[in-house]
């Protein structure tokens, strides 16, 4: 037995329309979930966030000690100068 030729069309018009569960909910359940989605927002920026940077602290070369020790042969230098034209 074949369906009726409006048999199709009808199935595709009930798999397009939208659900209108959400609208059925109570506003309480309503604010509810908005209040859960929000929460989870949340938690999952802020875990972003922290991979991002733990990321970039592990990419961040380790030169503070190199640092130092640029800036303290720099200001030993200025030092020196600063004698030599003292003493003259």
Do not use: Y
């Amino acid at each position: 037995q074949a369906p009726p030729s409006n048999a199709g069309a009808e199935l595709r018009k009930s798999t397009t329309e939208p659900a209108s569960r959400a609208s059925a909910a109570p506003p309480e359940e309503h604010e509810a979930a908005t209040k859960l989605q929000a929460v989870q927002r949340g938690r999952m920026a802020r875990k972003e966030a922290k991979a991002m940077r733990t990321t970039a602290k592990r990419a961040e070369p380790d030169n503070s000690g190199s640092f130092r020790r640029e800036h303290h042969d720099a200001a030993t230098k200025i030092q020196a100068v600063q004698r030599g034209r003292q003493a003259r």
